[in-house]
């Protein structure tokens, strides 16, 4: 765990916008963990918002749908923040608005756990923390969960829109609580939240207090600001003191966590029947002069946002990261979309750090960082060398790749970097 | 737009390897300020002598090895200045010199540089100094004469004369030994700062001092004369060593619990040598020796995997 300068100023307390006009969207297949899903339309196709325009393929997939009506102009690769170029549905969007109203509570409780899941499983919900598993899957877990875990951490610098979200839509955060614990039944739900966010824990707390949604035993965690606890192993370890096995998912502890905007995304799921078509996106970073949060539609690029002027450089941007500053990945354009599991943008211009790499010292403040215990020197030894048979030795495949070890360490040795490179060979060689 | 594409992660603490080799000599300020204060003039010629002996000795090496000066990274600089604190006041100049074109050549470069060593190069220059001069090496000045009047150490008078120091004495500094090895308080104040700006881990040095703390009070018990526990830590390079020598990163374990074996390994050595051989001092042997087992602890202390 490391404590690293937050960076959460001024979009902290900004109020979100909305974007809802785009004149262009590219929707990619591969949004989501798993296998990409398949189109139902094809070019020249006229689709209405919130139709299905892919289809799930397999156990592990998710549904794609149009976030604004037009006319599907094609289906052909285009940039992709993990894959650099993967098939994507390109829409051409008709200014056309879609009202969605919302069920009542009263009809909400009379919906059985088949239905509720279905529901999630047809608006395409994935995990909008990054990981982009789909939420449907994660709500139907082999084995009996104990205890639910609502992470509101959003320990990244930067980002704020988990933050904006709970302090604009905790009600609406709270529903989808409501209905996750009436799939999955947990013995208890904590909702942790990192001490950075005082407004946020205020509204969780009066909502806990209050009673009135009829939940399991709730309670909130506030934890102490720190990377990368917002990380579902480091959560369970740090509010549970349970250790999630190698290879293992949390249910093996009888734990699930979600993050607050899949909670939000479950209630419009299943209150407003509305597909996940949008989500709220932090823009941040030194080049922009000012850093926002809003609601964009799914598949929106940000060349539109800056050909319109949502988004304006006070100075030219020198990396462009699509996610937050430790995990996020960079950019070469500013053609790419934004997609499900998007919490941020980052433009960064003066605080772009390219120190060279220097000999190791091998002081250690890698392996006292490192939250899963490893010896991230030893990778970048070997993988420097090219042995890289001796990797598994050192778990390799346990690393999560948060960053604390690239970010501490007093060489600049791009840790990180060495350790995606070792994991691809140790991938390849399975 | 000109964008830069890397890995993440985007942002990187500003602690670099010049910052860190900085607060190393910093932290020793106060233990350089003593020597000054004990041994005057004698004390500025020697530090100086050291640190540019290995500057230049390092630049010499680059130049013929055809690559880029590291002097800007001060490690060259840091390792002359310990090994001056590890001498005795009273060493000719060209010894001084030798044993800092000793430890960057045999000590650092001979291995590969900076991070590649697997013997703290200090150390290394003061034990060829030893096996070379050995008796320039332990004669040693009081502190308080003008003129260099040879005068026994306090290991030395303990386990040759039976002699006790006074623990103030040994506080404070006012006792022949090597330049920077005298003021138990000054080093402790260095060493106070290492650890809470976070440059030296605390494993080593509390594992190293508790050990030596344990077993000093164990056979202080048996029969004080022995020497009591502070005499055994504030005398001799014990702090220095625990504070400057164990803590040096690119020769200590990289595991958490090979750190703590390593400190509690430099303890023992260092009072089993103090106590049953036929030196007075132990803590320069101790460190070294741990220095060399230092793979092999790594080997055996590989942590344990997360959630099993």
Redesign the interface.
């Known amino acids: 765990m490391i404590r690293i300068a937050e960076y959460k100023e001024p979009q902290h307390n900004s109020f979100s916008e909305k974007f809802h006009d785009p004149s262009k969207l590219y929707l990619p297949l591969s949004q989501h963990t798993g296998a990409p899903s398949k189109p139902c339309v094809k070019k020249g196709d006229q689709v209405s918002e919130g139709e299905v325009i892919a289809k799930a393929s397999g156990a592990i997939s998710a549904q794609l749908h149009a976030p604004k009506s037009g006319k599907v102009i094609d289906i052909a690769n285009w940039y992709h923040p993990t894959l650099k170029k993967a098939p994507a549905i390109i829409i051409q969007c008709q200014d056309e608005k879609k009202e969605y109203s919302p069920r009542k509570d009263k009809d909400i409780e009379l919906l059985t756990q088949e239905k509720i899941l279905k529901t999630i499983a047809d608006c395409g919900l994935v995990g909008m923390g990054g990981a982009a598993f789909p939420t449907h899957v994660k709500l139907n877990p082999p084995k009996k969960i104990d205890t639910l875990i609502i992470n509101g951490c959003e320990c990244e610098p930067y980002l704020a829109c988990d933050y904006r979200l709970m302090i604009e839509d905790i009600n609406k955060i709270f529903k989808g609580i409501r209905l996750i614990s009436k799939l999955i039944n947990p013995k208890e739900i904590i909702f942790a939240i990192e001490k950075n966010k005082p407004e946020a824990i205020k509204k969780v707390n009066l909502l806990i207090n209050t009673k009135k949604f009829g939940l399991p035993p709730i309670r909130s965690f506030v934890l102490d600001t720190a990377y990368p606890q917002g990380g579902e192993k480091q959560l369970i370890q740090l509010i549970i003191k349970k250790k999630v096995p190698p290879k293992g998912l949390p249910f093996d502890v009888g734990v699930l966590v979600h993050n607050v905007a899949t909670c939000f995304a479950i209630y419009e799921a299943v209150y407003l029947d509305k597909p996940l078509v949008e989500r709220l996106v932090s823009f941040c970073g030194d080049a922009l002069v000012t850093p926002k949060n809003i609601w964009v539609k799914i598949g929106t690029t940000l060349q539109e946002l800056v050909d319109r002027k949502i988004l304006e450089f006070g100075k030219e941007p020198k990396k462009i990261i699509c996610g937050g500053p430790m995990m996020g990945i960079a950019l070469n354009s500013l053609d790419y979309p934004i997609l499900k599991n998007a919490g941020g943008f980052l433009f960064l211009s003066d605080q772009v750090d390219d120190a060279q790499e220097e000999p190791c010292l091998r002081c250690n403040r890698c392996v006292d960082t490192c939250p899963m215990g490893l010896l991230p020197l030893e990778y970048v030894k070997r993988v420097k060398k090219g042995e890289y048979a001796s990797l598994s030795e050192f778990n390799i495949v346990d690393c999560i790749e948060c960053g604390c070890c690239s970010y501490g360490c007093p060489a600049k040795i791009p840790i990180v970097h060495y350790i995606k490179t070792g994991k691809k060979y140790e991938l390849n060689s399975k | ?13 500003k ?3 010049p ?2 080799m900085k607060q190393v000599i910093i932290a020793l300020f106060p233990a350089i300020a003593a020597s000054i204060h004990f041994f005057g003039i004698r004390a500025v010629i020697l530090i100086a002598n050291c640190i540019l002996s290995a500057m230049i000795a390092e630049r010499i090496i680059l130049l013929l090895g055809k690559k880029p000066s590291t002097l800007n ?1 001060y490690s060259a600089a840091l390792t002359g200045l310990l090994l001056a604190m590890t001498l005795p006041p009273s060493v000719p100049w060209y010894v001084a010199s030798l044993g800092s074109i000793v430890a960057i050549s045999v000590g650092k470069h001979i291995f590969g ?4 060593n697997i013997f703290n190069p200090a150390l290394v220059g003061r034990a060829f100094l030893m096996a070379a001069y050995p008796k320039i090496l332990t004669t040693f000045i009081n502190p308080s004469s003008v003129d260099a009047i040879s005068s026994a150490t306090p290991l030395v008078l303990r386990k040759f004369s039976q002699v006790i120091t006074p623990t103030t004495a040994l506080f404070f500094g006012k006792i022949s030994g090597s330049l920077g090895e005298t003021s138990a308080i000054c080093l402790i104040i260095g060493g106070v700062y290492l650890l809470i700006r976070k440059v030296a ?1 605390w494993r080593i040095p509390l594992s190293l001092l508790l050990t030596t703390t344990v077993t000093s009070a164990i056979f202080f018990i048996i029969n004080p004369n022995w020497g009591s526990v502070w005499f055994h830590l504030f005398g001799g390079g014990l702090l220095l060593g625990a504070f400057f020598m164990a803590t040096d ?2 020769t ?1 374990p ?3 619990r090979g ?1 703590y074996i390593f400190g509690i390994g430099c303890g023992l050595l260092i009072m089993i040598i103090r106590y049953f051989s036929g030196l007075p001092e132990g803590v320069m042997y101790s460190i070294l020796f741990m220095n060399a087992l230092t793979p092999l602890i790594n080997r055996y202390t ?7």
Request: without cysteine.
């Open positions: 737009m000109n964008l830069t594409v890397s890995n993440p992660p985007h942002l990187k603490s602690v670099n390897t910052f860190l990274d540089g900076l991070g590649a881990g990163p690119v200590t990289t595991t958490k750190r590989k942590p344990r995997r997360f959630g099993v």
